[in-house]
């Protein structure tokens, strides 16, 4: 893996065990995508793992994940984010996210599409928040075997992201992760540019759901 690119554990649908083993050996990033797991997972394993929350997040969940994570990875609508915002100042704290966005066909109906999020940003509703750092996006490809499909997604994801971390005049700071990549189409997203990129299978192998 190329220097600087970081690596999500997902750790979701997996025994404590299994974490803890990864942890030994050195893994300090998970991703969890359901509340209730993460916050029976946390006060069983050590305090230097820095959570990352994955999955879709229901607003009556928000106000008990608050301060638990490292970043949440799945922000998928103003209407969360800005629970996200409120509840985080309210608990006095600073919440980091990614704002996902959907560029892939069918797989996940969740996520900004790249119009909205374009328009996001060029409305400058961010300048509203008020606890919460929104330092980047996330996305996943096509559930596909089409490699170049997927490609494509990964292109652009990271396009999404670079012509808003480039417009100059949002003055946005610490708008710098693009997290994208899973167990079978990784390579692809690091070679498109992901910073960060979430593996659950090929290192857990399969879950029972
Ligand atoms: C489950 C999940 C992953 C990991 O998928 P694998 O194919 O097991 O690597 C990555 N990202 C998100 C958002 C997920 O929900």
Redesign the pocket.
Same mark, same amino acid.
Do not use: H, N, Q
């Given at each position: 893996m190329p220097a600087g690119v970081r690596l999500v554990a997902?750790s979701?649908f997996h025994p404590v065990p299994a974490l803890r083993e990864a942890y030994d050996a050195g893994q300090r990033l998970f991703g969890e995508?359901r509340v209730q797991e993460l916050l029976e997972k946390i006060p069983q394993l050590p305090s230097d793992i820095q959570w990352h929350f994955?999955?879709h997040l229901q607003t009556n969940k928000v106000r008990s994940l608050i301060g638990r994570t490292a970043l949440i990875e799945?922000v998928d609508s103003e209407r969360l984010l800005e629970l996200i915002d409120r509840e985080s100042e309210r608990a006095g704290v600073i919440t980091r996210v990614l704002m996902q966005v959907h560029v892939a066909r069918e797989e996940t109906k969740f996520g900004f599409y790249p119009e909205e999020l374009q328009q996001y940003f060029t409305d400058r509703k961010f300048e509203s928040l008020k606890a919460t750092h929104i330092c980047g996006v996330m996305g +996943?490809a096509s559930n596909t075997d089409d490699m170049e499909r997927v490609r494509r997604d990964f292109r652009n994801i990271y396009s999404i992201f670079r012509a808003i971390r480039d417009n100059e005049s949002l003055g946005l700071r610490g708008f710098d992760i693009v997290s994208m990549g +899973?167990?079978?189409d990784w390579k692809i997203a690091v070679e498109e540019g992901s910073d960060l990129i979430?593996?659950?299978?090929?290192i857990f192998g399969s879950r029972e759901y």
């Open positions: 997902v979701k995508s994955i999955g799945s +996943m +899973m167990s079978g979430r593996i659950g299978t090929r």
